[in-house]
């Protein structure tokens, strides 16, 4: 339906927010992703400050019809977040971060992004797992599963989710935790936005200060050798407080950069430490004699390096992952032979994630089979020119492909664009989706919120 003004002043009158539409001046900016491919022209963007403003604007969804989106950090990389002639609801607004450091617990808005929480939780010595970066809302990443440098040392963010309160389809707002709608509450550990909107989470938290890291380079030729000795090292029982991985990527200009490095495709570890630099290196001491071309260490408040590693916006992109069983030499050489295809120089990596610690020995059964996998391939295309679209694309389907022998066939909807209802299957697993499709079938029959990695209500499966 087409959108009257009389309408947006309907909606606009009580509304504590602000609505735009495509004649106002922030509209443009407001409609901006993370991924520069996707350029959707919504009829309303509802800017929301309140539980109250996400209930009207849903019932303005739906009496209008039009299609809602949700926006938290507009990281996804599927563009979700955005509906072409429908309804976005924008969290943005309700980014507000309250810590209770006696009960280590965080009251997180649904529109806080992982630097608000840092920062939040930082002043009090406390944080809990994000997002590799500083700017992925904290809402999409956590509802999605949620891993980061801290997940072996303190699980996964949804781990950590002690309650929530959301806005249902039919506008009724709801407190899910272990004790209130607890099918609701166990869809929310990877079922991403299908249930509602989140306008609040509670999560839990612990001391953490300073951490240690940053980056050792390689030219790519010593990319075999690097990554066996790194998977070597991890595989020995590396401590809880180890994250990261290594990943292919473009050398930058940056201080810290060798020249001979700088432009060519170079191999990296991303050290992470959750402790002091001392410690750090003595954990750390089989990479660091490994003879690396040039490095950035720093022991920094975890805030701090969270935002070390901020991709650049303004691009486009194209991403996926493969869990594996294991990561065995000829694994390795298949890794390092399709990095060798990906676009240099542009800002793509193609990550080697590790898995394992307290976020692979959780025992609740939340909907993530991937979580146990010891290693994630992740391959993630980003560059700047719209011609290269195919080659970008092209890279990424490669890497998994090439990954498939060794690949458990779970996938991270977090990490993925829109790669099929059977992907998204194996992203929740097959049981899982089932009784995910139940609690959707109960709190969101009419499926209004289906620009996600959607999972279909019962019935609609059936189709
Ligand atoms: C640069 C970058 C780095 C990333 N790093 C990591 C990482 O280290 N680890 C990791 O696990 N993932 C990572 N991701 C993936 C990220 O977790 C997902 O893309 C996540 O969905 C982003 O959430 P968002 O709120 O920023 O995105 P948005 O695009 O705003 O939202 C994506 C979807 O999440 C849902 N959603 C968001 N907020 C809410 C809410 N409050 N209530 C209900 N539904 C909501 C909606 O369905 C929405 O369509 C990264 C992505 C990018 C682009």
């Known amino acids: ?26 509209y443009d900016p407001a409609r901006v992703l993370f991924n520069a491919m996707i350029d959707k022209r919504p009829q309303v963007i509802a800017q929301c400050a309140s539980p109250a403003d996400v209930q009207a604007a849903i019932r303005f969804a739906r009496e209008h019809k ?46 806080a992004t992982m630097s608000h929480l840092d920062r939040a939780t930082g002043a009090h010595g406390l944080a809990t797992t994000g997002g590799r970066v500083s700017t992925t809302g904290a809402g999409g990443f956590t509802l999605g599963g949620g891993g980061g440098w801290l997940d072996r040392k303190f699980g996964l963010a949804c781990d950590n989710l002690v309650s929530a309160e959301i806005v249902l389809a039919n506008g009724d707002i709801v407190r899910a935790s272990a004790d209130e709608h607890p099918d609701l509450f166990w869809g929310l550990h990877g079922g991403g936005g299908n249930f509602g909107v989140v306008t609040s989470m509670r999560l839990k938290l612990y001391p953490l200060n300073t951490v240690w890291g940053g980056l050792l380079m390689w030219p790519a030729e010593a990319a075999p050798r690097v990554l066996r000795a790194y998977r070597d090292f991890i595989e020995a029982d590396a401590p809880d407080e180890v994250g990261g991985g290594c ?120 909907p993530l089979p991937w979580r146990s996998a010891p290693w994630c391939s992740h391959p993630f295309g980003v560059w700047a020119d719209a011609k290269d679209d195919q080659r970008g694309r092209d890279w990424v389907k490669l890497s998994n492909a090439t990954m498939q022998p060794w690949a458990t066939g779970a996938a991270y909807l977090n990490f993925m664009g829109d790669e099929g209802e059977d992907r998204t299957i194996a992203g929740l697993g097959r049981q899982n989706y089932a009784r995910l499709a139940r609690i959707k079938a109960q709190y969101d029959p009419d499926n209004v919120f289906h620009l996600n990695h959607n999972i279909r209500p019962t019935g609609l499966a059936a189709e």
């Open 1 to 26: 339906m087409t959108i009257s003004s009389p309408m947006i002043d309907r909606l606009r009158s009580g509304f504590g927010g602000t609505v735009l539409t495509p004649a106002d001046a922030g």
């Open 66 to 111: 039009l299609e809602i989106a949700v926006r938290g950090g507009g990281h996804s990389v599927a563009g979700t977040s955005l509906a072409e002639g429908g309804l976005v609801i924008d969290l943005r607004l309700m980014h507000a971060v309250s810590v209770d450091p006696v009960a280590r617990l965080a009251d997180v808005g649904g529109g």
């Open 247 to 366: 990943a292919f990527a473009t050398g930058p200009e940056a201080d810290f950069v060798p020249a001979h490095l700088v432009g060519r495709h170079i191999i990296l570890t991303i050290v992470f430490y959750a402790g002091s630099e001392a410690d750090g290196r003595k954990a750390f001491a089989p990479m660091l004699g490994l003879g690396h071309e040039g490095e950035l260490l720093v022991e920094v408040p975890y805030a701090e390096f969270n935002c070390m590693f901020d991709d650049p916006p303004g691009h486009r992109n194209y991403w996926s992952a493969e869990y594996l069983r294991a990561f065995p030499d000829e694994a390795i050489d298949a890794f390092c032979g399709s990095a060798a295809q990906m676009l240099v120089p542009s800002p793509s990596q193609h990550a080697l994630f590790l898995g394992g610690g307290k976020a692979g020995r959780e025992t609740a059964d939340w």
